[in-house]
């Protein structure tokens, strides 16, 4: 994400209203308080959890319905000012050690039923919510403009915010709040984004979508509530995103790096100076997100690898959301996020490759080249991969060099075929 773009942005922005609030310390998994938002007048409230919320309530996980009681009558609809968006997680709020695990719950009343609708979704804001100090919030009213409501559990503030240069694509929209908000990387782990996207500006149908950081590609993805259409309520009250920011009071809490995040690769994604070119290749496209494709085919072709830089340039020039872009550079086979060698020899391991040898094929590669299936030599020259097919049945077992395709492989044949290739590898 652009520097230049965040700093437009944060000075774009005008707070509205602003609400100071102490800490709390759960007990037996309670916060014991519930924050009340009216986005119409600016006005931030706390209130008590009261025993009878309990009691009905065990461990807090009905508190969004009973809030949204405490809002509507019978001549409440689902685009009434009134109409309350509640949230709530339960005792402890779940785990934050899996992005689905720590679950928060969502009622308002529905686009689509003009009753009750309550949903559920995983991801962080719910525990984030939590340790806020807050076992749920409410959110009435409708803004003249579109806003963020920001909660800050560092600083210990509540703040409407008007936001008129954000987007309203969620994706994106959680990428650009979550890089505005955080002031490092543990931050940036720390921070959840609601928001609704453009769609439900159009449909009753629009779903919540709740961000979390994948701290492995070190962007911001997401999770959706898909029931009820609470996505449409959100916008229709002119809210961009709802954004909390936890300072991870207890550390066996706290979004850290995994102690199984060496076994993950890329152990690091590879940096170039490649910001002219990789800014040129995007205009040889027309800057068009429908050839995102094709821009990182030809990132992939240059560099033998995509850059993280080249994602960042795609996703600015193209308005595509950069976990998108990692989505694609991830699944197809032909994009790598570490360097490839100057030649990649695959090794057929389909049906009929797999019954003239190719797994010992593929061991004796191993051997000759010092790396196993999935890595590249120490020099650059060779990376080798196992394949499901190559096409070639007729003609098995294969192997492809490069661009080059070679049938009947045998295994006294690999180290002539390695040393031919070596000498032309390029």
């Given at each position: 994400m652009s520097g230049n773009r965040i700093?437009?942005?944060?000075?774009?922005?005008?707070?509205?209203s602003s609400f100071n609030f102490e800490p709390a310390?759960?007990?037996?998994?309670?916060?014991?308080?519930?924050?009340?938002?009216?986005?119409?007048?600016?006005?931030?409230s706390i209130f008590p959890v009261t025993d009878q919320m309990k009691q009905l309530w065990t461990g807090g996980k009905g508190f969004d319905l009973w809030l949204t009681l405490q809002e509507v009558?019978?001549?409440?609809?689902?685009?009434?000012?009134?109409?309350?968006?509640?949230?709530?997680?339960?005792?402890?709020?779940?785990?934050?050690?899996?992005?689905?695990?720590?679950?928060?719950?969502?009622?308002?009343?529905?686009?689509?039923?003009?009753?009750?609708?309550?949903?559920?979704?995983?991801?962080?804001?719910?525990?984030?919510?939590?340790?806020?100090?807050?076992?749920?919030?409410?959110?009435?009213?409708?803004?003249?403009?579109?806003v963020i409501l920001f909660i800050d559990s560092i600083n210990r503030k509540v703040t409407i915010e008007e936001a008129p240069l954000e987007s309203v694509d969620s994706h994106v929209l959680a990428e650009e709040l979550t890089e505005m908000y955080a002031d490092n990387e543990i931050q940036k782990r720390n921070?959840?984004?609601?928001?609704?996207?453009?769609?439900?500006?159009?449909?009753?149908?629009?779903?919540?979508?709740?961000?979390?950081?994948?701290?492995?590609?070190?962007?911001a993805r997401l999770k959706q509530a898909g029931r009820g259409g609470l996505g449409t309520v959100l916008r229709n009250k002119k809210i961009k995103a709802v954004v909390i920011k936890s300072e991870g009071v207890n550390p066996a809490w706290r979004v850290e790096e995994s102690k199984v995040a060496h076994l993950i690769t890329p152990k690091k994604l590879p940096e170039c100076d490649c910001g002219a070119e990789i800014v040129q290749i995007c205009k040889k496209w027309e800057n068009k997100k429908e050839f995102v494709i094709e821009m990182l085919q030809d990132v992939q072709d240059r560099y033998r690898c995509i850059p993280e830089k080249a994602l960042d340039i795609i996703q600015s020039q193209t308005n595509t959301p950069k976990a998108y872009l990692y989505h694609i550079a991830t699944f197809y086979k032909a994009f790598s996020l570490e360097k490839r060698g100057e030649k990649t020899i695959q090794v057929c391991m389909g049906t009929a490759c797999h019954v003239k040898g190719a797994a010992k094929i593929l061991d004796n590669f191993e051997r000759i080249l010092g790396v196993k299936s999935g890595e590249t030599t120490p020099d650059g020259k060779f990376t080798l991969e196992a394949v499901a097919c190559l096409g070639a049945c007729s003609i098995a077992p294969v192997v492809k060099v490069g661009e080059k395709v070679y049938g009947g492989v045998t295994v006294n044949k690999l180290e002539k075929l390695v040393a031919d290739s070596e000498g032309g590898a390029k």
């Open positions: 700093a437009e942005m944060k000075k774009a922005h005008k707070v509205i310390k759960l007990n037996r998994g309670y916060a014991d308080r519930t924050l009340r938002v009216d986005i119409s007048s600016g006005e931030i009558n019978e001549n409440t609809k689902w685009d009434s000012p009134e109409n309350p968006i509640c949230m709530c997680s339960g005792p402890l709020g779940g785990t934050t050690s899996f992005p689905g695990s720590g679950k928060t719950l969502c009622t308002a009343i529905s686009p689509l039923t003009d009753g009750i609708m309550d949903c559920n979704v995983g991801g962080y804001f719910g525990p984030f919510l939590k340790f806020a100090g807050f076992d749920a919030i409410t959110i009435v009213g409708k803004a003249e403009k579109d921070i959840s984004v609601v928001s609704a996207g453009k769609a439900a500006e159009h449909t009753r149908m629009g779903i919540l979508n709740f961000s979390f950081y994948d701290w492995r590609r070190k962007v």
